[in-house]
């Protein structure tokens, strides 16, 4: 499998619900998003921020934190799971995301806050949280387009909640310039990494997962698309990956990393210029040390945090839509997570 044609065709033959499409209009769908108009004024008289959501929808939570944590005024919490912390108050913004609007988790913590008095901003395509939020003072509720699995639906997602955060002044705005920028970069990116389009980088960080077991090493600041990563393996490329966190695995894990069978492991390390220079030691270290033929690195390129990320989430929603094709696998095939909602829906 060494040109374009042949990929083409596994596209053609395993991609019945257009990841790939979905996938190559990230860049359009973030740039969609910062573009919406969102009537809420600037408020900063928040403690805090808690974010629900689950799966694909959950993950732009887990970015925001990153950034809030890096350079923001106030702290940003994401739940994933039923109800809300025992310690949440109505002083604390809830961001709801649920893609289809009808996530059981997100719904219950929802109608909790509600219950408690809180103010609740919804992003859904529809469904209860839509129907919920309507007839809701002091809340808000934004649509995004329909029609594609939550976990491709990340541009859509994530830049609704970025321009949320915006608008409220929690995080500053980029000016139109940086912003402009910033998604013609991300397009080359896109372009570069693209399943039947790109240069072939990507094809060989996925060849090189074939057979083996994915470990995933990020310095914190990027743990969030580093997690994501590893949960898109999970989904598109249904393989188990494990992902840690630097300097913490260097306290624990590492001791399992010095005895592992490395001729069995394909390992991702992610990079950022901006690290702190002791994390930056720590990863030389592990590449010098612990790499195995099988290593790579993803230097996350940007002028900011935010475009890292976005960097990162972007490059490797293709690795593992290419590592499911080779593989024989519809990237878009759910079957264990539909089981499961039928049976949840019938108790």
């Known amino acids: 499998m060494d040109n374009n044609h042949s990929i083409s065709d596994l596209v053609e033959k395993l991609d019945k619900q257009d990841m790939c499409g979905f996938t190559r209009n990230f860049v359009n769908d973030l740039e969609s998003s910062f573009a919406t108009e969102i009537e809420i004024d600037q408020d900063l008289d928040w403690s805090g921020v808690l974010c629900l959501g689950m799966g694909g929808s959950g993950a732009g939570g887990d970015f925001l934190k990153t950034i809030s944590d890096h350079s923001g005024g106030i702290p940003f919490v994401v739940w994933k799971d039923y109800g809300l912390p025992s310690w949440w108050g109505s002083d604390w913004l809830v961001i709801a995301t649920s893609y289809s609007g009808n996530t059981e988790e997100t719904l219950d913590g929802v109608t909790s806050a509600l219950e408690q008095g809180g103010t609740v901003i919804g992003i859904t395509s529809g469904g209860k949280l839509e129907e919920i939020l309507s007839d809701t003072n002091n809340s808000l509720c934004l649509s995004i387009p329909s029609g594609q699995m939550p976990r491709s639906a990340f541009g859509h997602l994530f830049g609704t909640q970025l321009s949320i955060c915006w608008a409220l002044g929690i995080f500053q705005k980029p000016s139109k310039e940086d912003i402009t920028d910033m998604l013609t970069r991300l397009r080359k990116l896109s372009s570069d990494a693209d399943v039947t389009r790109g240069n072939g980088l990507t094809l060989s960080m996925a060849k090189s997962m074939l057979g083996k077991q994915i470990g995933i090493i990020s310095p914190t600041l990027l743990g969030s698309a580093a997690n994501r990563f590893a949960c898109q393996l999970n989904e598109n490329s249904e393989r188990f990956a494990r992902h840690v966190n630097l ?18 492991n394909s390992d991702i390390y992610f990079s950022w210029e901006g690290l702190q220079p002791r994390v930056n030691a720590r990863l030389n270290w592990m590449l010098e040390e612990m790499s195995t033929e099988s290593s790579w690195i993803i230097n996350c390129e940007g002028q900011s945090l935010l475009e890292c990320l976005l960097y990162a989430a972007h490059i490797t929603d293709w690795v593992s839509i290419i590592l499911a094709l080779i593989e024989d696998k519809d990237p878009s095939e759910m079957n264990p997570i539909i089981s499961l909602k039928k049976h949840l829906s019938s108790i």
């Open 247 to 264: 300097p913490e695995m260097n306290h624990n894990e590492i001791v399992a990393w010095g005895s592992a069978d490395r001729n069995s």
